[in-house]
């Protein structure tokens, strides 16, 4: 279900539900509470709560006070957190819409709860037979204020929508989601925002001699693909594109170093959840019509133990002509990103980043609570984007990158090994990656954070579409 949002119109509904974005409590609309309701307003305040509902019986009214003492992007932060409480009281209350008055005139803290509320409103339920019934109330949030600009309610209806689209991409099961059909998902997406798709059959990939994604593949039934996007409008601010990779491996039994299931292996349809970031962003960035060229590239496949499938001790050669040892097939990633950060070169690019749940390891130092990054890019452009990561909250860990990791991955017969052994694996995954590219770039391991086990506030449960927010606003502030 989307939820809408909108500028505020009619204020004349009093049966609408509301929330008071101010500063004080003094700020508080003559009319809107009971003398009753102002008592217990101002105990909750003096206890200190920032967010607080007053249930009317016929409405809601939801009052919310930032604490403009933090740092801005933890003030954000904290209202998104506080917007995604308020839209679990409006459901519980079976409210339809409800408007945020911003009365504090705090641009920023508005947007941010509007966020919060239309993102933790999300659901995945396309394959529940009474949909219906367990379908959230909430539809609308109009938001009602002198400092918000249009434009800024138009860019975040834009993000919540492709963060939704994300979300229901990592969620669908690979039975619904073959690598073939993701790709056809990319196809709808360009042809609803207005960016240039084009998709690579199995015989295209063979011709292109992409051995990395072809032997992952060998284990399936389904064929491969590799989905080209492309937004290039006219006056962009870069001359050279900004290019964007994301793994697309639809399901990750391991291969033949098959995973555990429990724990593990059941939950990965999610693997493809750096392809769904990367496209979204896509989406986002033609519907908003960001004047930035941008290219995405996603190599996809299943990665299975059957048919011919590749084995621990084979030697792969990669589309750029380096040779692989592979001692682990569960480390496929790498090997379908290689190729196509190798095919990257031909854009000549700016930037290079590419988003993918690679590791454990990466999942296991930061957990769910940030973005694991590594790569080349000057100190500038790293500074940029994790200023873009604190401005959403999908903060950026930095891993060092020393020489000395590139000689976990050599290799007796081969180039490299396709693993580094059991120290520093998200290092290793990056240095290996680090082999096929000749500009600048970036890697982030988002395995941590692309899938949740339990509720986490507005980014909820399973997929959870990191990385769209933050390219988005990376792009944007370019």
């Not at 291969?255 to 593990?264: E, I, Q, V, Y």
């Not at 380096?322 to 790498?334: C, F, M, S």
């Not at 990054?373 to 950026?396: H, I, P, Q, W």
């Not at 007796?412 to 082999?435: E, P, V």
């Amino acid at each position: 279900m989307k939820t809408t949002i909108k500028a505020a119109g009619d204020t004349g509904r009093g049966n609408e539900s509301l929330v008071l974005v101010i500063r004080d409590i003094k700020s508080i609309p003559a009319g809107i509470f009971s003398a009753e309701e102002m008592k217990y307003v101002h105990k909750q305040v003096d206890e200190k709560k920032k967010a607080l509902v007053v249930n009317q019986y016929n409405r809601l009214v939801c009052i919310l006070l930032p604490d403009t003492q933090k740092e801005p992007y933890v003030m954000a932060e904290n209202c998104r957190k506080s917007g995604e409480q308020f839209a679990a009281s409006l459901n519980r209350n079976k409210a339809v819409n409800v408007r945020i008055r911003d009365i504090g005139g705090m641009a920023e803290a508005t947007l941010a709860v509007a966020e919060g509320m239309a993102l933790s409103n999300y659901q995945f339920l396309r394959h529940k037979s009474e949909s219906k019934k367990e379908a959230n109330t909430l539809q609308a949030i109009a938001v009602e204020s002198n400092k918000v600009k249009e434009a800024d309610l138009l860019n975040l209806g834009i993000l919540v929508d492709a963060v939704c689209r994300a979300r229901d991409l990592v969620n669908e099961p690979v039975s619904h989601l073959s690598a073939t059909q993701l790709a056809e998902a990319f196809v709808k997406l360009g042809k609803e925002a207005g960016f240039k798709t084009d998709v690579f059959n199995k015989a295209k990939i063979k011709t292109l001699k992409m051995g990395g994604l072809l032997a992952v593949n060998l284990g399936s039934q389904q064929p491969p693909t590799f989905t080209v996007m492309e937004w290039k409008p006219r006056g962009a601010k870069n001359k050279k594109p900004i290019v964007l990779i994301g793994k697309g491996v639809v399901y990750d039994t391991g291969g033949l170093s098959l995973k555990p299931t429990p724990n593990s292996m059941d939950y990965m349809k999610s693997d493809m959840a750096g392809s769904a970031a990367v496209a979204c962003t896509m989406y986002a960035v033609a519907k908003a019509k960001l004047p930035v060229h941008v290219v995405a590239l996603v190599p996809a496949t299943d990665n299975r133990p059957g048919e011919n499938a590749y084995t621990p001790g084979d030697v792969i050669t990669m589309m750029s002509g380096h040779t692989v040892e592979v001692l682990n097939t569960d480390a496929e990633g790498r090997m379908i990103l290689a190729d196509a950060l190798h095919y990257a070169k031909r854009y000549s690019p700016e930037l290079v980043m590419d988003f993918a749940t690679l590791t454990g390891a990466a999942a296991m130092a930061v957990g769910p609570y940030g973005i694991v990054c590594m790569g080349n890019a000057k100190e500038k452009v790293k500074e940029k984007l994790k200023k873009s990561g604190e401005n959403v909250y999908e903060r950026l860990a930095e891993f060092p990158f020393w020489d000395e990791y590139d000689e976990l991955l050599k290799s007796d017969i081969a180039d490299m090994k396709n693993i580094g052994g059991s120290i520093a694996g998200a290092i290793t995954a990056g240095k290996f990656l680090q082999r096929y590219v000749d500009y600048q770039w970036m890697h982030f391991d988002i395995a941590g954070p692309s899938f949740l086990h339990a509720s986490n506030t507005y980014r909820g449960k399973n997929g959870t579409g990191v990385g769209v927010r933050f390219l988005f606003d990376y792009l944007r502030n370019l």
